[in-house]
Each structure stands twice: as C-alpha cells, then as structure tokens.
C-alpha cells in the first residue's frame, strides 16, 4: 500500500493565523482526502482533493476556509485559514488504493493542530 | 444520510478474553466496511476490508463479519493482549469513490 508523510505532525498556532499541511505520497495516486478529527470525535470527511481541478467539498466545509491544492498525483495540501481554537484537530490524509470493487484507504499519520 | 456507530464507546477487558466490537449503519446500500485501529497520536492503520457481496474477513486474532440486511458489522478479538489497546474505528464506503464515513469509535483497554 501507498506511503503517506504528512507535515506538519504537530503545530500549535495562534488564532486568525493560517497553516497549510503537506501531505506526500510515494507513488501516484487517483484520489486523495482530506478528513479532520476533533478532539474525541470520529473522522469527518472535509473534501476530495481532485488533481488539476477544483476540490470537492462536503457539507459544512468551504473553499475559504479550507483550500486544497492538488497540483499532481503524489501531493496536495490543505490550507487551514484564519484559525480559531475550534479548529484544534488532527487533519489526516488519505488516499484509495486498488481496483474497483476492492478499494482500501490509506492514511498518513496526521497533523495535529492546537489553536490558542 | 448515512450514520455508523459503535457500541461501546469504551471497553476495558482483562488479558486473555476474547471480546467483540460492534458497528451498526443506517443505510444498507454501502459498498464495502473497514475497520481501522488508530493509536494515541497516531493515523489509522486498516485491519480489515469487507466487500458489500462477503459475509466476513478474518486476520490472524481478528474477525470481522458483515450483514447488510440488518446494517450491522461485528470485530472480534480472540485472546486479547495489552498491544491490542487502542480505539477502534468502523467506516462504510458509499461506492467506488473511496468516501468512507467513519463510526464514532470504541477505546478498548486490554489490562495485563
């Protein structure tokens, strides 16, 4: 399965600052996500990060807040922008892997982010 | 819209028990389920993938089943040992998309 580095692994940053993740992966790769866990929380997906266009973005999250580059197959970042301390998460990475009909998920080790 | 959730949201079992986690989803029409063990500080690691046509998956200690009809999947841990501690995560896939919607998660602590 596909190798995922993801920086920063930790940060803490001041509030209305903004902070962009790096997420590397060591070989090409159709689809990458971005997802953010709060404190005791579950994962929630933020956006499909889609090479050469546009990400898609799900319910409750904006292009504003949240942009994504995806400039090739191996990389794409996540911007955090204008942090308040409800934005203290882990962000992780991720990308699918496999033929249709056997996908598996992939995630990087997180970035965790404590806005003061 | 689709919701997972696990029961229980925590557990703590002495070394040696064999125990089960559950998963229930609210919409059977998924595409495939994983589960994920995530420790503290740490990303997911995937331990198992059930297709939407399989009934269950097992590796090594570990046992996952699937029934869609009742939108329930279970994990089971044989012979739990310490280094099995950590929250563990179910997760639908909608469809080929690779989206998955994670559960709420169970903190398993397996005591020496």
């Known amino acids: 399965s596909a190798v995922i580095s993801q920086k920063p692994s930790r940060d803490i940053c001041q509030r209305g600052t903004s902070l962009t993740i790096q997420c590397q992966v060591d070989s090409q790769v159709t689809m990458m996500f971005w997802y953010r866990q709060q404190p005791g929380q579950s994962l929630t997906l933020i956006a499909t990060a889609n090479q050469g266009s546009e990400a898609t973005y799900e319910s409750g999250f904006v292009i504003d807040k949240f942009p994504i580059s995806r400039p090739n197959l191996t990389f794409s970042t996540l911007t955090v922008s204008n942090m308040s301390p409800e934005d203290s998460s882990i962000y992780l990475c991720?990308?699918?892997?496999?033929?249709?009909?056997?996908?598996?998920?992939?995630f990087g080790a997180g970035s965790r982010l404590t806005v003061l | 819209k689709q919701e997972v959730t696990q029961i229980p949201a925590a557990l703590s079992v002495p070394e040696g028990e064999n125990l089960v986690l559950n998963c229930s989803f609210t919409d059977s029409a998924i595409y495939n389920l994983q589960w994920f063990r995530q420790d503290p500080g740490k990303g997911l690691t995937s331990l198992l993938l059930?297709?939407?046509?399989?009934r269950e998956q097992t590796s090594g200690r570990l046992n996952a089943s699937l029934d869609k009809s009742s939108g329930r999947s279970t994990l089971y841990i044989a012979a739990s040992q310490p280094g099995d501690s950590a929250t563990y995560l179910c997760?639908?896939?909608?469809?080929?998309?690779?989206?998955?919607?994670f559960g709420t998660g169970t903190l398993l602590a397996v005591q020496p």
């Open positions: 997760a639908v896939g909608g469809g080929a998309t690779n989206k998955l919607i």
């Open positions: 059930i297709q939407s046509s399989q």
């Open positions: 991720s990308v699918g892997a496999g033929e249709s009909g056997a996908n598996v998920l992939t």
